[in-house]
């Protein structure tokens, strides 16, 4: 059976149980996450079945903000995966069904309750988006790329757009989340999404050319911001020279080198609740490779039913 996250699937990839392989962590629209186990063998890839996160891993609209959206019973829940507080061990950010953010910290085999994530501009960010925890500045504090909205709580209007968010510490040592930077398109203007909202951001350095670029998700596809000192370029993200598509709304994106080939892959969770991989190479490909049928011939087994012979 495919592994699903439950219905549309916000996907992450992370070493969650410690043994080296890449786990799943998806979100689905009731806001919970579950944990799909790697448990693969170097000859066949298999994953054991999701399993909810334990018990208070969830977010939803209704938790942040008071209003009377029929959309507020649901999570859309979007996770990332990373050691948000630097203790060593793996927290969770988590995207969701309103322009906040949720953060678990871990605390031994579970999680401290859900609190929301603040930045010295407040509190919001943006509707539904899974954030892109990465060091952004290299100084060895994890910063945030995400959503930052005008104010309102659905994002209804094409206002979004995409920030870093720097770490640093306080006076006092602590970690803190530094306002949203816009970032810049090439010709110097701040990114705003062409659609309400961007479904989920990440960031690694895709082309390998050492800086950090960005996927995004808009209107189901997914697209590219890449990097040209420090200003970026949409482009879309081509499967056999097609945009990249998976869904019908939403698609969210993981880039990992899942083959361990040197070069980074496409996992994508759909609103199907499954998840899709794009190896690089069919990323890359312009079209489908061409395939020549000849003439139908007739094939017999011999009598040990080994060999064909014509
Ligand atoms: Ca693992
Ligand atoms: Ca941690
Ligand atoms: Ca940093
Ligand atoms: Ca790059």
Redo the contacts with the bound molecule.
């Keep these: 059976m495919p592994v699903s996250s439950g219905g549309y699937n916000g996907l992450d990839a992370a070493d969650w149980d410690g043994d080296g392989d890449l786990d799943l962590i998806a979100g689905n629209e009731t806001g919970f996450v579950r944990y799909i186990e790697n448990i693969s063998s170097p000859k066949r890839t298999q994953f054991k079945t999701g399993r909810i996160l334990n018990g208070n891993m969830y977010a939803a609209r209704w938790q942040f903000i008071t209003d009377e959206d029929p959309e507020r019973p649901f999570g859309q829940a979007k996770p990332a995966v990373v050691d948000w507080d630097g203790d060593g061990d793996l927290d969770v950010l988590l995207g969701n069904n309103s322009n906040r953010m949720a953060y678990f910290e871990r605390s031994g085999q579970g999680f401290k309750p859900m609190t929301p994530l603040r930045h010295d501009g407040g509190e919001r960010f943006s509707f539904r988006a899974r954030p892109a925890p990465v ?3 290299g ?1 060895g ?3 945030l790329i995400a959503g930052t909205s005008a104010g309102l709580d659905r994002n209804d209007g094409k206002d979004i757009g995409m920030s870093v968010y ?2 640093y510490r306080d006076a006092k040592g602590e970690l803190r989340l530094g306002p949203p930077r816009p970032l810049l398109s090439t010709d110097g203007v701040e990114i705003r999404t062409p659609i309400p909202y961007h479904h989920g951001y990440e960031a690694v350095d895709w082309d390998a050319d050492g800086d950090i670029d960005v996927f995004a998700c808009e209107k189901s596809h997914v697209v590219l911001y890449r990097n040209f000192n420090g200003r970026f370029r949409r482009e879309p993200v081509l499967f056999i020279g097609k945009p990249l598509s998976v869904s019908h709304h939403e698609t969210s994106t993981v880039a990992v080198d899942w083959d361990h080939d040197g070069q980074l892959d496409l996992l994508l969770g759909g609103e199907s609740g499954r998840v899709y991989y794009f190896h690089r190479t069919a990323l890359e490909r312009p079209a489908e490779p061409e395939a020549k049928v000849g003439p139908v011939e007739s094939l017999r087994t011999n009598a040990e039913g080994s060999r064909l012979k014509r």
């Design positions: 060091d952004w500045n100084d504090l994890t910063d720097l770490r």
